[in-house]
């Protein structure tokens, strides 16, 4: 079972260990063009794809989960009652959840739909691994999720990146840190 490995130079295999383990993350950065991945709005039926749909200005906000403690109560409702909301163009939240949690959580947040916010659901995660945003939830969530963040976005591409360094706290992504 071993054999394979006795014959490589001991300095390749230190090597090539050093590398998997040292590689850098490589999340979304500025510049990186939204990707081209099919999402739901509403039900499976309604896809949308935010590479249309955002090709002036708009706001993409990644949620670890709907109906969550800090999604619910601090991160969207901050960005609901942000003055500065009307800026900043298209604005999206994305979680990894099926398209009948998305539209029930944006009715219980944002009930008259006055916002102009839009909840979209990434429920196999496409999106999100495009972005290189996903982490292992499964102690919390029960499987894989998405970090926490909000991209400013211009003509497609990523202008500002606000990704939280934890993947769920709310400090850089938070409404008065991206408006």
């Known amino acids: 079972m071993f054999a394979p490995i006795r014959h490589l130079p001991l300095t390749r295999i230190v090597a090539s260990h050093r590398l998997f383990h040292a590689s850098a993350p490589a999340f ?7 990707p081209n991945v099919e999402l ?6 309604n896809k949308v794809n935010l ?20 999604c619910s109560e601090n991160h969207i409702p901050g960005y609901i009652n942000a003055a500065k909301l009307k800026d900043a163009g298209k604005v999206f939240v994305v979680s990894v959840n099926d398209a009948f949690v998305m539209k029930a959580w944006g009715k219980v947040l944002d009930p008259s739909g006055s916002s102009g916010i839009r909840f979209i659901a990434d429920p196999s995660l496409a999106f999100t691994k495009a972005l290189d945003l996903s982490f292992d939830g499964a102690k919390i969530f029960g499987g894989d999720r998405s970090k926490r963040y909000a991209l400013v976005i211009e003509d497609g591409a990523v202008k500002e990146a606000h990704v939280e360094p934890d993947n769920t ?11």
């Open 40 to 45: 739901m709005e509403d039900s499976p039926g």
């Open 51 to 70: 590479a249309k749909e955002l090709t002036g200005k708009g706001l993409i906000i990644g949620v670890p989960a709907a109906y969550s403690p800090a």
């Open 169 to 179: 706290g709310l400090n850089v992504s938070a409404a008065d840190k991206v408006l």
């Open 28 to 34: 979304v950065k500025v510049g990186d063009k939204i």
